[in-house]
């Protein structure tokens, strides 16, 4: 059997433990967890664990913001972000942050968490607890004391949490044999607005790259996300403590980024915020993402105000939502002038063309009027809508026909 | 002309007698009738109005038996012939259960998506006359991303195959909660699929499920179903490691049939060479198929399912221009489109006639043929019998053709009719413990849930892997359990199917700019037919290869049209790494233990079509391939064979033609495939080889490499090894038959009717050369001499 095995792996490489690097490196000296990470032992039902408390000072700043500010996060906007108006009775304080670090992001039954970290606000303070799992025998103390943690607070924020996070946990629970005490818990996934928001303006929407886009937050040695399992394997097999505390740092790091983000994403859709330093374009997803959450008075300022701006791309697609608006509230004069106002900046504006063209058909009674813009709009068309047009065309022909008979 | 029907087709060919000449056997295998039994009472009333309104009312004897058992919660392994409604036997007991407990949950295991496809809709039906909310759904590569959570959660039947359940479902088994918790029956279609490598995999995958099943607290009933083989209890014992009930007497009832045996006549009597099986298999298939009989041709190879397309669709052309669409080839390696293209061709009559490998045998639904024709023997009883099944499901009478190539085993089946009719089939094999097999899935377990000190996973020393995988770095232990320990996905690098993972992609370099991937070919049979200048074949088109590239898994071909095929030579090398044991005889010492096994593809013959005429050669460079697994041999001491009167040459030559007759001969009586075993003759230490086949003589010997230099004074081996990695667990049993095999040996040659070697017997005389039937004889002799 030996041989085979020998056979199967190559030789050599049989007696060989873990990677091929140093036992120590860096500072050379073998560091116990409490020197690496100063914490406490944690004894609950589902056995020990290490947990580490750190407060982060309302007075902090983190990027341009101080962090009792974001504790001034509305719960109103926050139910708006979330798309769940649970959240409108709660407080800022219910909020629980949570971000965990995995052995690996193959998913499966495989991949542990072995580090959670939660943060809630004390308050204008931000409490960071991170609840760690020395070795795999400690996952069930970890996910207890998440369990408990979890009954003081009323809802879970996340970046991401839906698709990785809540997933992941959620098998944790079931290999632990524990009821999961995440499930009908109301959840911010923050990944999802911040997406809407600002994925038109970013390359990629991954915390890292909103900090810096977004909050203004620029990080200095940080750990890597993709070298956080190995240096965690090394932790076990060699009990060296000292990559540790980086893998705290990061995780705490990414819970106070994930305050701050809900407190920005919070403040974009504020109608009565600072909003003279939101990008039109951001403007204008904002008042779609409330829009879409029949918030449609705070919606429309959004709108009405990204129409005003300079910013004619943002100004354009503004003007569209709330001519739209406008129309599905039977506001036609509204509606008319915003349509008349793009085409007179733009002659050719294809959707003002159309929008003006139905409302001459159908409402204002003027098939001819209607034909001169369905001719202008047929100059710039193409694609589908051609057909679209050519049928209007050809109906509004008949029409004017069967009225000059008649006449 | 008139077209005839099947039966006056039959008796126009019995009254010819040049036709008839070289039909070796016929035999009426008459109708049956059948034997019914009630439906047990404990059947619900809306399923039996259900299968009354299908015609079921009542069920047949071994039905009812096996469905009696499954209620007693017995494992059971069902084993009729095809078309004897295996399926309503775990049909019935699982919508029983479900109709009796909502939450009831099943998982059906299938070994191709397009089976699972199938049973989903033939369940579906029984469903939708119930009037009740019964989610069936397969669950595979195809599912789409959206519709996976509510088929984990609300399928009561989830169909699937072996490949998802170890890559997608196990590993994933948390999000599969909802099933596990409620999971009664596993159903495992079409057993004797998996045998050898494939079903060492299964075996191991379901020992996985039995551990994921235990931590929900579950031990599901196991309800299995098998084509006729020889032991289906022990097979089914084997894979699910858990006892079995055989339910193996038929109340089905089964439509006449007959059954040629058909020998191609012997054109050059001094060669012992017999007229291509091709031949005769288009002339009969293109003959059944101007009558419009719908027909079936199976050959045992890929490249065979071409050329006879080819010839056939040549043929049909001659006859009716424009009929050439009739016909289909069908295999492994064509686009799954393609294939379901010309599965629904067949089932609308568009297509009349299909050259398939056996990836047709198993129970697609292709509508009804009329005719099977096997060009050669598919290697197996149970596989003649399951592919001459697909003839005649329904029709009142249907025609089998069995065509005889000239290897050892067709000709014997064609000298002993009686023998292949009466015979009990084959034996299934497998080996769960091939240590290869064993530890890829012992991580993967490990993946799924941790292992406990104490634990075990086969018959292997569970605990002294666990070290290895842990000294590995993918393993960590803590107090008694082993964690899995790394970021990969274990299942992800095995593939149930072969041994290696990798596949190569034809891609069609003919229009620069406009490549298109045209056939996928496993890692191991690339090297023999996409190497360069290979001739391969899809459709019966033809396509040169005009690069096989290894770093990037892919084969460059142009389409061409040439009027030869090619066939790869390669060479074998043995040495002995260790011996489990041996004994020593008279004349020869036996032995059985591990190989290191090294084989290199070095060039190609080009063969013409229809006539087979050897047109040249080309010259391969391919990388050398090493493969450890395990075999049996026997070293002959050169002293003995200093005795007999003939020259070194000869010698090696009758060494070459005793492997020849051994190999044939211990596929058959171990009843495997001939290419589950390999052979070569050598010498022990490796040191030294013998190359067999076209290339002794013409072809130089430097083109592999080193020309052997063959020492004067050296004890030749003869190997026997199972031709898969890690091996499959048949050379103890060769060793320990390894009288047995001489004496079949020596009768097979001694009573093969050649001159002087065919290839019915010690092989072609090209290869082993004029002397090898006397010499293998006097070796055989010699080896079987008592004291």
């Known amino acids: ?100 670090e995995t052995t690996g992001l193959a998913g499966g039954t495989g991949t542990v968490a072995f580090l959670v970290g939660l943060a809630w606000f004390e308050g204008e303070d931000l409490v960071v607890r991170q609840l760690f799992a020395r070795d795999f025998d400690e996952e069930g103390a970890v ?15 996340t970046f991401n949490g839906r698709a990785f996070d809540c997933n992941l946990l959620q098998t944790r629970f079931i290999m632990n044999r524990l009821p999961n005490p995440l499930e009908g818990v109301p959840h911010l996934d923050l990944l999802h607005p911040a997406r809407r928001l600002f994925s038109h303006r970013l390359a990629s929407c991954s915390l890292g790259a909103l900090e810096e886009a977004v909050l203004g937050v620029r990080r200095s040695g940080d750990v890597p996300g993709w070298e956080i399992p190995s240096l965690y394997f090394r932790w076990l097999r060699h009990g060296d403590a000292s990559a540790l505390s980086a893998i705290f740092d990061h995780n705490r790091l990414d819970l106070l980024s994930m305050a701050a983000l809900a407190r920005v994403l919070g403040e974009v859709l504020d109608p009565e915020g600072e909003g003279e330093n939101t990008p039109p374009g951001v403007m204008v997803r904002a008042g779609r993402l409330l829009l879409s959450r029949r918030r449609i008075d705070e919606g429309r300022r959004h709108l009405e105000r990204a129409a005003a701006c ?22 036609w004069d509204e509606a008319l002038r915003v349509w008349a106002e793009m085409v007179g900046e733009d002659p050719g504006d294809l959707f003002a063309l159309v929008e003006l063209a139905k409302w001459w058909e159908h409402r204002g009674g003027e098939p001819a009027r209607a034909l001169e813009l369905t001719l202008e709009a047929l100059k710039v068309a193409s ?6 047009l050519n049928r209007r065309r050809g109906r509004l022909e008949k029409k004017i026909r069967r009225r000059g008979g008649e006449g | 002309m008139a077209k005839l029907t099947l039966a006056q087709w039959l008796s126009q060919a019995e009254n010819n007698r040049r036709f008839m ?28 109005a259900v299968l009354r309104s299908q015609g079921v009312e009542r069920l047949y004897s071994h039905q009812a038996e096996a469905v009696a058992l499954v209620r007693q919660g017995k494992n059971v392994v069902l084993c009729t012939p095809t078309a004897s409604g295996k399926t309503l036997c775990y049909n019935l007991p699982v919508l029983q259960r479900i109709l009796e407990e909502k939450e009831t949950r099943a998982l059906y295991l299938f070994p191709t998506k397009a089976l699972a496809q199938d049973q989903m809709h033939e369940v579906q039906q ?86 994921v099943c235990r931590f929900y607290r579950q031990d599901p009933v196991f309800i299995c179903c098998s084509a006729t083989v020889a032991n289906p209890r022990e097979h089914a014992e084997a894979l699910l490691e858990r006892p079995v009930s055989l339910v193996a007497t038929s109340g089905a009832p089964s439509a006449a049939k007959v059954f040629f045996l058909y020998n191609p006549p012997v054109v050059n009597r001094e060669l012992g060479i017999r007229q291509s099986a091709l031949t005769p298999a288009s002339k009969i298939a293109a003959d059944l198929l101007e009558n419009s009989i719908p027909t079936i041709v199976f050959a045992t190879s890929r490249l065979n399912v071409e050329v006879l397309t080819k010839y056939l669709k040549d043929r049909l052309d001659r006859e009716d221009p424009g009929q050439r669409s009739i016909v289909a080839g069908y295999r492994g390696g064509y686009l799954p489109e393609l294939r379901r293209r010309i599965e629904a061709g067949l089932r609308n009559g568009e297509i009349l006639g299909v050259v398939a490998t056996n990836a047709l045998e198993l129970g697609i639904d292709i509508g009804d043929l009329e005719a099977a024709v096997l060009c050669g023997y598919p290697g197996s009883i149970a596989s003649t019998w399951q592919q001459a099944g697909r003839a005649g499901r329904r029709t009142g009478l249907s025609l089998v053709v069995l065509i005889a190539r000239s290897s050892p085993m067709d000709q014997f089946l064609m000298e002993n009719p009686e023998y292949f009719f009466a015979r009990s089939p084959e034996f299934c094999r497998i080996n769960p413990d091939n240590l290869m097999i064993l530890v890829q899935h012992v991580k993967s377990a490990a993946f799924e849930l941790p292992f406990e000190a104490g634990e075990t996973f086969g018959g292997e020393n569970l605990e002294e892997i666990l070290e290895l995988l842990e000294g590995k770095g993918v393993l960590h232990r803590v107090g008694k359990r082993w964690h899995w320990s790394a970021e990969t996905y274990p299942a992800d690098e095995v593939s149930l199917r072969s041994i290696n993972p990798r596949n190569v992609v034809v891609v069609d370099a003919t229009k620069t700019g406009e490549h298109k991937v045209i056939a996928e070919v496993d890692w191991d049979s690339a090297f023999t037919t996409v190497h360069d200048g290979a001739i391969y074949m899809v459709e019966s088109r033809q ?33 002995v790494l260790e011996v489990f044991d041996g004994r020593r005889l008279e004349t020869a010492l036996v032995e059985h233990g591990e190989l290191k096994v090294t084989s290199k593809v070095v060039g190609y013959k080009k063969i013409k079509f229809y006539t087979g005429e050897n047109l040249g050669y080309g010259e391969v460079d391919l990388p050398e391939k090493d493969m450890h697994t395990t075999g049996y041999w026997f070293t002959v001491p050169h002293e003995f064979l200093l005795d007999l009167p003939y020259n070194q040459s000869e010698i090696i030559d009758g060494l070459a033609a005793v492997a020849y007759a051994l190999h044939h001969l211990a596929a058959m009586t171990l009843m495997a495939d001939l290419r589950d075993l390999d052979r070569a003759v050598g010498e022990k230490g490796g040191e030294w080889f013998l190359r067999t086949g076209p290339a002794r003589g013409a072809f130089p010997l430097t083109a592999a490499g080193d020309a052997p230099s063959v020492p004067e004074a050296f004890d030749p081996t003869i190997f026997l090894f199972d031709a898969y990695p890690g091996g499959i667990g048949f050379s103890d049993l060769l060793y320990e038959r390894h009288d047995y095999l001489l004496g079949a040996a020596e009768r097979l040659i001694a009573s093969c009717p050649c001159p002087s070697g065919c290839p019915s017997c010690v092989g072609p005389t090209l290869e082993v050369g004029r002397r090898a039937k006397e010499t293998a004889l006097a070796v055989l002799a010699l080896l079987r001499s008592k004291p």
């Open chain 1, 143 to 157: 996910l207890s004391s998440l369990g408990a943690v979890l009954r003081e607070r009323g809802f879970i924020v």
């Open chain 2, 543 to 575: 396509y040169h290869v005009d690069r096989l590239d290894l770093e990037r898994n892919t084969a460059y071909v142009h389409a061409v049209d040439v009027d030869y095929y090619t066939d790869a030579m390669t060479y074998t090398k043995v040495g």
């Open chain 1, 310 to 331: 300079r910013d004619d791309e943002a100004a354009r697609e503004a003007r569209r939502e709330l001519s739209l608006l406008y129309k599905r509230a039977g506001r």
């Open chain 1, 1 to 100: 059997m030996e041989r085979l095995l020998r056979g199967l792996f190559g030789t050599g490489q049989m007696g060989r433990v873990g990677p091929a690097v140093p036992l120590c490196e860096g500072r050379g000296r073998h560091l116990s967890l409490r020197e690496a990470v100063p914490g406490e032992e944690e004894e609950n039902e589902g056995g020990t664990c290490y947990a580490v408390r750190r407060l982060i000072p309302g007075k902090w700043r983190h990027g341009g913001r101080l962090v009792r500010d974001l504790a001034r996060l509305d719960m109103g906007l926050a139910s708006v972000l979330a798309g769940d108006a649970v959240l409108n009775e709660m407080r800022v304080h219910d909020a629980l942050f949570l971000d965990t």
């Open chain 1, 383 to 388: 694609g589908p809508s051609l057909d679209d």
């Open chain 2, 126 to 211: 029984l469903v939708a006359g119930l009037n009740e909310e019964i989610g069936v759904f397969t669950y595979d590569g195809d599912t789409p991303d959206d519709a996976r959570r509510a088929i984990r959660n609300r399928g009561r039947i989830v169909v699937t195959n072996p490949d998802m359940l170890h890559t997608g479902i196990l590993p994933h088994h948390t999000k599969w909660q909802k099933l596990f918790t409620n999971l009664r029956y596993v159903v495992i279609d079409e057993l004797h699929v998996y045998r050898g490598v494939f079903g060492s995999h299964l075996a191991n995958v379901l020992r996985r499920l039995s551990r």
């Open chain 2, 21 to 48: 000449e070289n039909v070796k056997a016929v035999k009426e295998i008459p109708p049956r009738e059948a034997v019914y039994a009630d439906f047990p009472p404990w059947v619900h009333e809306g399923l039996r």
